[in-house]
């Protein structure tokens, strides 16, 4: 009796693990958005967060940064903007009220976020964000990610893009794109384009040095 009742449990744990690990065959955005709508336990909070991915993969943001700034975008929803406390913030991401304080500022910094000082703090998102500069230095160095990853080893790959995107040249580029951010003029789209250009053949060119062709092939 007894080696047949744990028979029984261990049969029920197996049922319940597999439920689990039955694949789902849906698209993720399809099932994502079924995910969001669900609501057999609870009405709070329902639906979802349209972040971009050249948000979410975007380089010169930290973790924290990222996680901040979806949390904003989340709680502004339909409206263009919102005002949830650091505290409300920092239970949503899993940390403490001054580290959200502390990458706040440096969303505020980077123009990534509008801070307006009330009781609590305002938040509103910059015009122009599909052009911002740290997004667009970012998809430039994806796009020159692709276009070499198959000639090194990943973990070097990785290893060297992180050295990159903390180097002075890169944060010279950002800046060069953020004062031509800044202005906004219509002639500014060429001068763009020179800088990103530029820009990868900095890339190229750091590319060549770290990995010479007796290495790469």
């Known amino acids: 009796m007894i080696h047949q009742s744990k028979r029984k449990v261990h049969?029920?744990?197996?049922?319940?693990?597999?439920?689990?690990?039955?694949k789902?065959?849906?698209a993720a955005n399809v099932y994502m958005d079924e995910v969001a709508k669900e609501s057999n336990f609870t009405e709070k909070h329902k639906g979802y967060t349209i972040v971009p991915q050249k948000l979410h993969r975007c380089y010169g943001l930290n973790e924290y940064e990222k996680l901040i700034l979806v949390d904003i975008i989340a709680y502004m929803s339909d409206k263009d903007e919102c005002y949830p406390t650091m505290e409300m913030i920092a239970r949503n991401i899993g940390c403490s009220s001054k580290t959200v304080e502390r990458h706040i500022k440096k969303l505020e910094d980077k123009k990534l976020i509008l801070v307006s000082q009330s009781k609590n703090n305002t938040y509103s998102l910059p015009n122009y964000l599909h052009v911002h500069p740290y997004l667009l230095l970012s998809e430039k160095t994806h796009e020159f990610i692709g276009s070499v990853r198959k000639q090194v080893n990943e973990r070097e790959l990785t290893l060297w893009i992180q050295v990159v995107v903390n180097s002075d040249g890169y944060t010279a580029y950002t800046a060069?794109?953020?004062r031509l951010h800044e202005r906004r003029f219509s002639t500014d789209k060429f001068a763009e384009t020179e800088i990103l250009d530029s820009y990868a053949q900095y890339?190229?060119?750091?590319?060549?040095?770290?990995?010479?062709?007796?290495?790469?092939?």
């Open 24 to 26: 789902s065959t849906k």
């Open 203 to 217: 890339l190229t060119t750091a590319f060549a040095k770290r990995f010479p062709l007796d290495v790469n092939g």
């Open 11 to 22: 049969q029920m744990k197996t049922r319940t693990t597999d439920f689990w690990l039955i």
């Open 176 to 178: 060069r794109l953020q």
